[in-house]
């Protein structure tokens, strides 16, 4: 419940929602929308996320209206919603995430098994481009690492180096070659401005 709204006069709202009238739900909207906005903000302090959840948040409460029990906390109900919404998007962003990872290492086993690259993938002109920029003790690296499928202890062995010192190394690598092709795939798609004389 908002502070400054009555729980009795937004039980009318509901009610009169669960009815289906769609006027009384933009009253519960405004008078929800900037504490759910903030409650969202707390937990994903993303931007644009913070309105795609709280409309989606409102969408859902107006489909399932009916299964609200009018004279209960809507607010709370919303933000019941919301949490369910923000746990759900922090999931598909941590499969994203594993994703990328997943295919940054396939693109490049991909360059250095094959030493070419395959259309299939938009991302591999951007990677050989970012792999000729790494200093050649890294390209060095990546290459025992995913040439010759050695593992961190045999590169380790080979390099007089300790396992942990080979795998913190090559996940730095790959974060900068995966934002190096974010950087170099974004400068793509920016639209051209000429000067104007």
């Not at 419940?1 to 400054?4: G, I, L, N, Y």
């Not at 948040?57 to 209206?65: M, N, Q, R, S, V």
């Not at 010759?148 to 045999?154: D, I, K, L, R």
């Given at each position: 419940?908002?502070?400054?709204f009555?729980?009795?006069d937004?039980?009318?709202l509901?009610?009169?929602?669960?009815?289906?009238?769609?006027?009384?739900?933009?009253?519960?909207?405004?008078?929800?929308s900037?504490?759910l906005?903030?409650?969202?903000?707390m937990?994903l302090?993303?931007p644009?996320?913070i309105?795609e959840?709280?409309?989606e948040?409102?969408?859902?409460?107006?489909?399932?209206?009916q299964e609200f029990?009018?004279?209960t906390?809507?607010?709370?109900?919303?933000?019941?919603?919301?949490f369910?919404l923000i746990?759900?998007e922090?999931l598909r962003y941590?499969?994203?995430a594993?994703?990328?990872?997943?295919l940054?290492?396939h693109?490049?086993a991909?360059?250095a098994?094959?030493?070419?690259?395959?259309?299939?993938?938009p991302e591999l002109?951007a990677?050989e481009e970012?792999l000729a920029r790494?200093p050649?003790?890294?390209r060095?690296l990546?290459?025992?690492?995913?040439r010759?499928?050695?593992?961190?202890?045999?590169i380790a062995?080979?390099l007089?180096?300790?396992e942990a010192?080979v795998?913190?190394?090559?996940?730095?690598?790959?974060?900068a070659?995966r934002?190096?092709?974010?950087?170099?795939?974004?400068?793509q798609?920016?639209?051209?401005?000429p000067h104007?004389?």
């Open positions: 419940m908002s502070d400054d009555p729980i009795a937004e039980t009318k509901v009610i009169r929602v669960q009815g289906g009238d769609l006027m009384a739900f933009e009253g519960l909207l405004n008078a929800h900037s504490r906005r903030a409650f969202v903000a937990k302090p993303i644009h996320l309105d959840i709280a409309h948040t409102f969408l859902f409460a107006w489909k399932h209206i029990e009018a004279g906390d809507f607010g709370k109900w919303l933000r019941a919603i919301a369910n746990r759900k922090t941590q499969r994203s594993r994703n990328q990872e997943k940054l290492e693109c490049i991909e360059e098994c094959q030493g070419g690259f395959s259309p299939d993938f002109p990677l970012c790494l050649e003790n890294q060095k990546l290459e025992r690492r995913y010759f499928s050695e593992s961190a202890h045999e062995a080979a007089g180096q300790s010192w795998r913190t190394t090559l996940y730095r690598i790959r974060s070659l934002t190096c092709i974010e950087r170099h795939l974004q400068a798609h920016e639209p051209f401005h104007e004389s």
